[in-house]
Every structure is written in C-alpha cells, then in structure tokens.
Nanobody, 117 residues
Framework: QVQLVESGGGLVQPGGSLRLSCTAS??????????LAWYRQTPGNRREFVAI???????KYADSVKGRCTISRDNAKKTVFLQMDSLKPADTAVYYC?????????WGQGTQVTVSS
C-alpha cells in the first residue's frame, strides 16, 4: 500500500516562505515515471490545483502561484517538494500531494499552511 507522508507546513507571516515535502513509500516501480502534483483546499471549497511535475520534469503552475512557487522532485528519495515564496494570506489552505502512476492515484494526508501576521 502506497503511503505519502507530507511535512513542512506551518504558520508564516505574509511575504515569508515555506518548503513542503512529500515522501512516498511502498512504490516498487521506478518512482521517476510518476507524475507528481500539489493541490490545496480551504474549508467549504473544492480541492484546487497548485503545481505539477511530470516524469521528464516538465512543470506547470496555477496562475495564482506562478512566479512564487517551485515544484521539484528527488526520484532517489521518492520525494516531491513545493517551495513557496512571497506567501499571501490567500495561500492559507491544507496542501495535499498527489502521486499518479502505474500503481494508481494516491493522496497525502494534507499539511496545513497558514499565512497570517
């Protein structure tokens, strides 16, 4: 059973930075062929796309975070990262990682990011 463990969330002031991590376990095939992504969700709203990185390291970002966030991956460590800079209160949400590939479509448990002064 694939499990995704997220970390790096927390409370940060506007303009600050956070780096989220998500590490996968029990993925037996080559992690490098998986598509990795981050989504976020606020209470009462549906989960929304934040960023994605494909197996060939092509990246795409939501317009709301473009220029402020960077998604990256370390295949040897089976980990995907989301570097978030110039954070705004509107970025406050629970952030979820997503791993899509031969073994299926998997979600992390979520990590809370709160941007507030």
């Amino acid at each position: 059973q694939v499990q995704l463990v997220e970390s790096g969330g927390g409370l940060v002031q506007p303009g600050g930075s956070l780096r989220l991590s998500c590490t996968a376990s029990a993925i037996r095939v080559n992690f490098s062929i998986y598509t990795l992504a981050w989504y976020r969700q606020t209470p009462g709203n549906r989960r929304e796309f934040v960023a994605i990185i494909t197996s060939d390291r092509t990246t795409k970002y939501a317009d709301s975070v473009k220029g402020r966030c960077t998604i990256s991956r370390d295949n040897a460590k089976k980990t995907v990262f989301l570097q978030m800079d110039s954070l705004k209160p509107a970025d406050t949400a629970v952030y979820y990682c997503n791993v899509l590939g031969p073994a299926g479509n998997f979600w992390g448990q979520g990590t809370q990011v709160t941007v507030s002064s």
